[in-house]
Nanobody
Framework: QVQLVESGGGLVQAGDSLRLSCAASQRTWSMYSMGWFRQAPAKEREFVAAVIWAGGDTRYADSVKGRFTISKDDAKNTVYLQMNSLKPEDTAVYYC??????????????WGQGTQVTVSS
């Protein structure tokens, strides 16, 4: 059973930066990519970014492109989400997940517990 643990959330002001981390307890053959999703109150969980473990290809949602950067540290089995120029609409619980190279929640089979990011205006 793969366990994912997120950290790094918090309360910041608009324009600030945060870096989220997601540590995986192990790497398995099914962990093709790692993704970040977010869920705001009363909204569906949405794709933010993903990175392929082998090769490092990345993809982003249009809403975060140019502001967020996903990266990985293979030695630590850890994925990061650097979030710059944060906006109030980025406020959400952020989840990391592992699975296939997709943008839907059903493309991922292991999820972390989530970390709250709140951006004040």
């Amino acid at each position: 059973q793969v366990q994912l643990v997120e950290s790094g959330g918090g309360l910041v002001q608009a324009g600030d930066s945060l870096r989220l981390s997601c540590a995986a307890s192990q790497r398995t053959w099914s962990m093709y990519s790692m993704g970040w999703f977010r869920q705001a109150p009363a909204k569906e969980r949405e794709f933010v970014a993903a990175v392929i473990w082998a090769g490092g290809d990345t993809r982003y949602a249009d809403s975060v492109k140019g502001r967020f950067t996903i990266s990985k540290d293979d030695a630590k089995n850890t994925v990061y989400l650097q979030m710059n120029s944060l906006k109030p609409e980025d406020t959400a619980v952020y989840y990391c997940a592992t699975g296939s190279w997709g943008t839907k929640t059903t493309d991922y089979n292991y999820w972390g517990q989530g970390t709250q990011v709140t951006v004040s205006s």
